[in-house]
């Protein structure tokens, strides 16, 4: 009798495993692994002649997130121009996506100024030549 327990045991375990749909060969789950920054960072684009200062870009994320901004770095295409764009950094990898909510690019108005965000692309990822030049 205890046999026959034990084979009905093994069984449905298998099953289990056959039915999962988990990877088998993913790369064992580190909570104290950190994302990269361009996996924690969004793009941003301000409308022309009407830039953000870091302070506003801050306090805008913090008030709907919380503390959740790490970083932010302003972007001009001169040296004496004023910023144009830039990239926000975020303390965690879900923050892009739960901001983006699916979409490509996304519109907010801070201090009655348009604010674009985009999901941040490595400029060498982005020309898709992996790095090299």
């Avoid at 790369?27 to 104290?32: G, M, V």
């Avoid at 996996?39 to 830039?51: I, Q």
């Amino acid at each position: 009798m205890a046999q026959s327990c034990s084979s009905a045991m093994v069984s449905s375990s298998t099953e289990a495993r056959v039915q999962s749909k988990l990877n088998p060969f993913a790369k064992d789950w580190n909570p104290k692994e950190r994302r990269s920054e361009e996996e924690r960072s969004l793009f941003f684009t301000f409308s022309s002649g009407h830039p953000l200062g870091r302070s506003q870009i801050q306090r805008f994320f913090s008030e709907k997130y919380g503390n959740c901004v790490e970083k932010i770095a302003l972007r001009s295409k001169g040296p004496k121009e004023t910023p144009q764009f830039g990239q926000v950094v975020f303390k965690k990898s879900t923050l892009p996506l739960l901001i983006l909510n699916g979409k490509d690019e996304v519109k907010f108005v801070i201090d009655q100024r348009s604010f674009w965000c985009k999901k941040y692309q490595d400029r060498n990822t982005r020309h898709g030549n992996g790095g090299q030049n």
